[in-house]
């Protein structure tokens, strides 16, 4: 195992560019470097598992046929370089083919997580200007309330049987197009996918992801998680989201190795057999899910027990407790990562590095990055002293975030990136996890803005004014709990919070709606009006303390 710190001094960024990519600066294409240049005979791209226990594997050099094809149907349907696609898929082969395909043709993917509901795809497909949305028939009817002239493409069974309301089928597209297209070249600063990240004080922002960011996304599995050619490899994240589409698809499909993709919801039974069945070593997910394998222990120990050689973890912190029983109740060593959708995975606890591990701190710089912390005035602080997690970008030649699309962003001061998050350097040069730094809400592993939910809220007619926090939770990090101001015409009651919980789950997603609503005369405010969230989480912290005081 190599020394981190030297591996940090030594980095080349030149040397990391031509070790890593087929393309340059002057030319890269996505799918290229994630399918084309690793088409040998027989070299496996995707092991897949259904829900019901059927599996599939799927190779680079058919992923290259199939991606060709899709690319072909783009480009007969007006598609240009630049475009965006987005894609509302399970975890099929159909997505990787339609990602691959997007970028094959020079297209800009955008992801839709499968559980969002008409709002949250609308504002999504609009602001990225999508020309075609890809999905399946599970998920087809919410695009009827989606207001976008964007083409419709439906999986609907193997060869697109029982495709309705006029939209493109997928397979039978595929069968009618060619099997050859030669990728279209683009820009290293070019962006290849298009994320959307949630905020405090408007809509999901959209994040364009240049084609440069590969190298990082590279570097991260190489360096933090450790993906070995010998490993089987499953980050149990979902692609709708920046952590599964970053390093479950482009990460490792870009070293030409396999990824694993189970179909159906987690679960600790599912989880134990996909892992036994496929003798997966190296393992990445988020801290829910390891609680729960951890709350199953007794089940889950004599199961995977000495399976996993390491273990990855990003979302939220771990706790200690997570961390101690993995190592002594399946010895495997777990670590904490820390990214953002705007930067990727940029502090980490290194699989493939020799360095101190602090349990509880998010770790160290990925090499090619300088993470630092600072003061309100940008000025760096020393040890133990709590402050903004910013990023040195005179002195992290794999920071590629370029800023939000159409969007002005107080994310730059200087050189320095702006992260929002609290943090705080310790003695060994490790930086802990101290807090957000802004009202985004973390339960589950998934990242949720309150505006979203209380803009769902009221449009309830029963709703004047909401505010929406994330309640401390041991099993989520958080819960989304509202705090909801009523019109006079309308009584407070069990039946119509749960009637404004089903609104919110329509309208955004399953993950997304209040698992608590409290009803409340009115909310606390600054003099210029805006809610002041933060007294209303420290209410809900205080009930906690009181709670277990009395406990």
């Known amino acids: 195992m190599r020394d981190y710190f030297a591996a940090a001094r030594e980095f080349d960024f030149a040397h990391a560019m031509s070790a890593t990519l087929a393309g340059s600066l002057d030319g890269i294409n996505a799918c290229i470097e994630c399918c084309d240049r690793h088409a040998l005979p027989g070299r496996v791209a995707l092991f897949y598992e259904g829900a019901d226990g059927s599996s599939a594997t799927y190779t680079f050099a058919e992923l290259k046929q199939q991606s060709a094809r899709f690319a072909n149907f783009l480009r007969s349907q007006g598609v240009m370089p630049g475009d965006c696609v987005s894609g509302m898929l399970g975890r099929k082969v159909e997505l990787l083919i339609t990602i691959l395909g997007t970028w094959r043709a020079g297209a800009v993917y955008q992801p839709l997580f499968t559980a969002f509901g008409p709002k949250a795809i609308e504002h999504r497909v609009n602001t990225a200007g999508s020309k075609v949305i890809v999905t399946d028939a599970s998920n087809r009817a919410k695009l009827d309330d989606v207001a976008n002239d964007a083409l419709r493409v439906t999986v609907s069974g193997p060869k697109g049987q029982g495709v309705e309301r006029g939209d493109f089928s997928f397979?039978?597209?595929?069968?009618?197009?060619?099997?050859?297209?030669?990728?279209?070249?683009?820009?290293?600063?070019?962006?290849?996918?298009?994320?959307?990240?949630?905020?405090?004080?408007?809509?999901?922002?959209?994040?364009?992801?240049?084609?440069?960011?590969?190298?990082?996304?590279?570097?991260?599995?190489?360096?933090?998680?450790?993906?070995?050619?010998?490993?089987?490899?499953?980050?149990?994240?979902?692609?709708?989201?920046?952590?599964?589409?970053?390093?479950?698809?482009?990460?490792?499909?870009?070293?030409?190795?396999?990824?694993?993709?189970?179909?159906?919801?987690?679960?600790?039974?599912?989880?134990?057999?996909?892992?036994?069945?496929?003798?997966?070593?190296?393992?990445?997910?988020?801290?829910?899910?390891?609680?729960?394998?951890?709350?199953?222990?007794?089940?889950?120990?004599?199961?995977?027990?000495?399976?996993?050689r390491a273990v990855s973890s990003a979302g939220e912190p771990l706790t200690p407790e997570v961390?101690?029983?993995?190592?002594?109740?399946?010895?495997?060593?777990?670590?904490?990562?820390?990214?953002?959708?705007?930067?990727?995975?940029?502090?980490?606890?290194?699989?493939?590095?020799?360095?101190?591990?602090?349990?509880?701190?998010?770790?160290?710089?990925?090499?090619?990055?300088?993470?630092?912390?600072?003061?309100?005035?940008?000025?760096?602080?020393?040890?133990?002293?709590?402050?903004?997690?910013?990023?040195?970008?005179?002195?992290?030649?794999?920071?590629?975030?370029?800023?939000?699309?159409?969007?002005?962003?107080?994310?730059?001061?200087?050189?320095?990136?702006?992260s929002g998050d609290t943090v705080e350097l310790n003695d060994d040069g490790s930086i802990s996890f101290v807090g957000r730094a802004d009202d985004v809400i973390t339960t589950s592993g998934y990242r949720i803005g309150p505006f979203d939910v209380e803009s769902a809220l009221i449009e309830h007619e029963a709703v004047i004014e909401a505010a929406v926090i994330g309640k401390p939770d041991p099993e989520r990090t958080e819960l989304v709990k509202a705090f909801v101001v009523l019109q006079p015409q309308f009584a407070a009651s069990e039946a119509l919070a749960e009637a404004l919980q089903q609104h919110v789950r329509k309208r955004l997603s399953a993950h997304a709606y209040p698992r608590e609503i409290e009803f409340v005369d009115e909310l606390p405010k600054t003099p210029s009006g805006k809610i002041q969230r933060f007294l209303l989480r420290n209410q809900e912290v205080a009930k906690q303390s009181q709670l277990g005081a009395t406990a």
Not at 212 to 240: C, H, Q, T
Request: glycine share 10%; proline share 7%.
């Open 171 to 308: 397979w039978a597209e595929l069968e009618r197009h060619d099997d050859q297209f030669t990728p279209v070249m683009r820009s290293a600063e070019d962006p290849f996918l298009m994320m959307f990240t949630s905020g405090t004080t408007g809509a999901a922002k959209p994040v364009p992801v240049p084609l440069k960011a590969i190298l990082a996304f590279v570097s991260y599995m190489r360096d933090a998680v450790d993906l070995r050619p010998e490993d089987a490899f499953w980050n149990v994240a979902d692609p709708g989201w920046a952590y599964g589409l970053y390093y479950a698809v482009t990460g490792p499909l870009a070293l030409g190795h396999p990824t694993t993709f189970y179909e159906g919801a987690f679960s600790v039974e599912s989880t134990c057999r996909v892992i036994r069945k496929y003798g997966i070593t190296n393992l990445a997910g988020s801290p829910t899910a390891y609680r729960l394998l951890l709350a199953a222990k007794k089940q889950v120990e004599p199961l995977l027990k000495g399976r996993l």
């Open 323 to 418: 961390i101690r029983w993995f190592a002594d109740g399946l010895d495997t060593t777990i670590h904490d990562h820390y990214g953002q959708t705007e930067l990727g995975m940029v502090l980490c606890n290194h699989h493939a590095y020799a360095h101190p591990v602090r349990i509880g701190a998010a770790g160290y710089a990925v090499p090619g990055h300088r993470v630092v912390v600072v003061d309100g005035d940008c000025n760096e602080l020393g040890v133990g002293q709590p402050g903004n997690l910013a990023l040195d970008m005179s002195q992290s030649p794999l920071f590629w975030f370029p800023g939000y699309q159409g969007m002005p962003t107080n994310s730059f001061s200087g050189r320095y990136y702006l």
